[in-house]
């Protein structure tokens, strides 16, 4: 147990936030409850799992990757320069990395995937709402970018929506995204 935290001499508010910080949730009244749950949390080692900001612990987790045994986070899309408009070097993505993905990140059930040719993302590629696709110029930890601009179904004079992918070079597609939904 790490002796640096004496948690009996803290106030409950201080106590409750140590185990929110932590992704626990306190509803005990008692403060001696709450010192333990903090003792045990500290003898866990439970790290801190919130910034406070869901957004940018949502963005670095889409960009985390596995790079050998090791994790790491690659590049935000908004900060590469480098962009080719020539696929000649996109990987080749097979139906069944689409499938995985849909099935694996985005949780999509066997009646959704069934159905996909329903789904509005596959009406707007159809309906060619889909352009300027580009390839990230650079590959980092054997990742690449896809992007592309998507018109919007329903308010096409707006302005088009940014869609990306992930893929690792072999066209595993590790995450994706779209202004639409941020």
Known sequence: ???????????VPDLSNYLKERGISVSLRRKNEIVRLCE??????LEVISSNNDFQDMDISRRTVLNGEEKVVVDDISTIIDWA??????????FCDIFLYLM?????????LKNYKNDNGHRLFLG??????QLSGIQQDHYIYI???CVPETRQSAAPYNVWLLLKDSGEISSGGCSCVV
């Open 40 to 45: 045990l949390a500290n003898e866990l080692q």
């Open 128 to 133: 060619r709402h889909i352009d300027n696709v």
């Open 104 to 112: 694996n990140s985005c949780k999509w059930d066997d009646e959704r």
């Open 85 to 94: 408009t020539s696929l000649s070097n996109l990987p080749d993505i097979d």
């Open 1 to 11: 147990m790490n002796s640096s935290y004496d948690f009996r001499s803290w106030k």
């Open 147 to 149: 992007r592309a601009t």
